[in-house]
């Protein structure tokens, strides 16, 4: 399904909704007390702003009466969409967001991969996989990236740990373009850049991916990702902790100022590395 006739289908997802809400005599209030969730998040599924997880749908089914359609409907949406079904709600979220602050332990974070990193990251996860289906990925994850190029993009600081800089993921010619790709995006303030040296030693959520996303009117939300799964958190508490663990990293990172020479160090012994082959 084209991105167009996804955004109409939620469209229809959202005018459906407001159609048996009112049908019921239920204001948003009404309908998001049922559902556990606020009456402006009700107000953002009918205008098809944010799209809402499985348990909501199944529970909005149950407080309309409406037999399971609001479920289907979610089904064959998230079914036909860009992106694994344990990321899409993340990826919705993600061009919402007024703020993404993230911790990258092993890995360049995808909004900031170029095309061959990220070919090389999909063809190492799906080996097996047809040049038609990894395609399919990298084009998911590229149109990820245009939302560092809006006016209205987020403030996006990311902490990498060095790994991130020296794992040679798709060959040094790669490297040394991704990295160059980076610290290019740092230089031109799109990104807030701090890298987490070896030298650091342990630290807080060691190993563990984390990416923080505030909005403007609704809480903060966390992402994090294992083996073929993620998880969004949003209860008030514990995404507390999390900022904690994430300020922690923060500041245990080089500097931004000391950040971009190291990273374009890496960049460069990788250049020499490329050319001596």
């Known amino acids: 399904m084209a991105n167009g006739s996804r955004q109409a289908a939620w469209e229809f997802f959202g005018a459906e909704l407001k159609r048996r809400r009112e049908d019921a005599g239920f204001t948003q209030v009404d309908l998001g ?41 979610w089904r064959k949406l998230i079914k036909d969409q860009t992106y694994t079904e344990y990321f899409a709600h993340a990826a919705e979220l993600e061009r919402l967001a007024t703020e993404i ?10 909004l900031l991969q170029t095309r061959e990193y990220a070919q090389a990251m999909f063809l190492a996860g799906n080996p097996f996989a047809a040049d038609e289906y990894i395609e399919e ?13 809006d006016a209205t993009r987020p403030v996006y600081w990311v902490v990498l740990h060095e790994t ?47 990416w923080l996303m505030e909005f403007e009117d609704a809480p903060p939300t966390v992402y994090t990702e294992g083996v073929f799964s993620g998880s969004l958190l949003d209860e008030p508490a514990l995404v507390k902790r999390i900022r904690a663990s994430y300020d922690h990293i923060r500041a245990a990172a080089l500097s931004s100022e000391a950040s971009l020479p190291l990273i374009e160090s ?11 082959t």
């Open 33 to 73: 007390t049922r559902v556990f969730v606020s009456g402006g998040y009700i107000g953002q599924f009918e205008q098809a702003i944010r799209k809402p997880q499985l348990d909501v749908a199944q529970r909005i089914d149950d407080a309309l009466q409406t037999d399971g359609i609001f479920e289907r409907m």
């Open 101 to 110: 602050c993230e911790y990258a332990p092993a890995v360049i974070p995808g």
């Open 137 to 149: 990925l990298i084009k998911g994850r590229m149109e990820r990236t245009r939302v560092l190029k």
């Open 164 to 210: 991130a800089l020296r794992v040679p993921v798709g060959g040094p010619a790669v490297m040394a373009h991704q990295l160059d790709h980076i610290a290019a995006m740092a230089r031109e303030r799109k990104v807030l850049l701090q890298v987490l040296p070896f030298s650091a030693g342990a630290h807080p959520a060691m190993g563990k991916m984390m």
């Open 266 to 276: 890496a960049a460069e012994d990788y250049r020499r590395c490329a050319s001596s």
